[in-house]
């Protein structure tokens, strides 16, 4: 049955998604090691608790492929994985490129700037949804970054990307005369 407050509707990842291999896992585990071992030499043990629980989100967050959900634009607001948001509440918003995949963010109005990310599997939803989002919200093409966003990329640069696994090319040794 079609809703007729649907505006539009489409299907993705709840969120952008990489499979990544062993060489990350390495690194979390290895910053966690030496994050723990400075805050063991110092006797604040108990920050030992946030630090690994931060490396199991981590974790789990890389090995684990996001659900899809379904992400509807009507004519009231955005609903997505299960809530809502009004145009009212809303400001602004803009595309960002992440793991190959176009991301949708929505800010909402001051003083909360609530962020809502939404993921577009292709670039014919990117070009309908700026053409639908811009009746109700203000499109930036270049956002204003804040400091935390700024520290985010920079992390996020320090993470090592997943090297292709090159055959590895026997070295025979050339035949000699005899």
């Given at each position: 049955?079609?809703?007729?407050?649907?505006?539009?509707?489409?299907?993705?990842?709840?969120?952008?998604?990489?499979?990544?291999?062993?060489?990350?896992?390495?690194?979390?585990?290895?910053?966690?090691?030496?994050?723990?071992?400075?805050?063991?030499?110092?006797?604040?043990?108990?920050?030992?608790?946030?630090?690994?629980?931060?490396m199991f989100l981590f974790y789990v967050l890389t090995i684990t492929p996001p659900p899809e959900v379904e992400n509807k634009i009507t004519h009231f607001g955005i609903?997505?994985?299960?809530?809502?948001?009004?145009?009212?509440?809303?400001?602004?918003?803009?595309?960002?490129?992440?793991?190959?995949?176009?991301?949708?963010?929505?800010?909402?109005?001051?003083?909360?700037?609530?962020?809502?990310?939404?993921?577009?599997?292709?670039?014919?939803?990117?070009?309908?949804?700026?053409?639908?989002?811009?009746?109700?919200?203000?499109?930036?093409?270049?956002?204003?970054?804040?400091?935390?966003?700024?520290?985010?990329?920079?992390?996020?640069?320090?993470?090592?990307?997943?090297?292709?696994?090159?055959?590895?090319?026997?070295?025979?040794?050339?035949?000699?005369?005899?």
């Amino acid at each position: 049955m079609d809703n007729p407050q649907v505006v539009f509707l489409w299907k993705a990842p709840l969120r952008p998604y990489k499979k990544r291999g062993r060489m990350v896992l390495r690194f979390y585990i290895a910053v966690s090691l030496v994050l723990s071992l400075i805050v063991f030499f110092f006797g604040d043990k108990i920050l030992l608790i946030p630090i690994w629980s931060l490396m199991f989100l981590f974790y789990v967050l890389t090995i684990t492929p996001p659900p899809e959900v379904e992400n509807k634009i009507t004519h009231f607001g955005i609903e997505t994985a299960g809530i809502t948001l009004r145009w009212e509440a809303l400001s602004h918003f803009y595309f960002k490129k992440r793991f190959g995949f176009n991301v949708l963010t929505i800010v909402s109005q001051p003083p909360y700037f609530y962020h809502a990310y939404l993921v577009l599997p292709n670039e014919e939803i990117k070009k309908k949804l700026v053409l639908i989002l811009s009746d109700h919200l203000v499109y930036q093409e270049k956002p204003r970054r804040a400091f935390t966003d700024k520290m985010v990329d920079w992390l996020s640069g320090l993470i090592p990307d997943d090297e292709e696994e090159t055959p590895i090319v026997s070295k025979k040794p050339l035949a000699s005369p005899l």
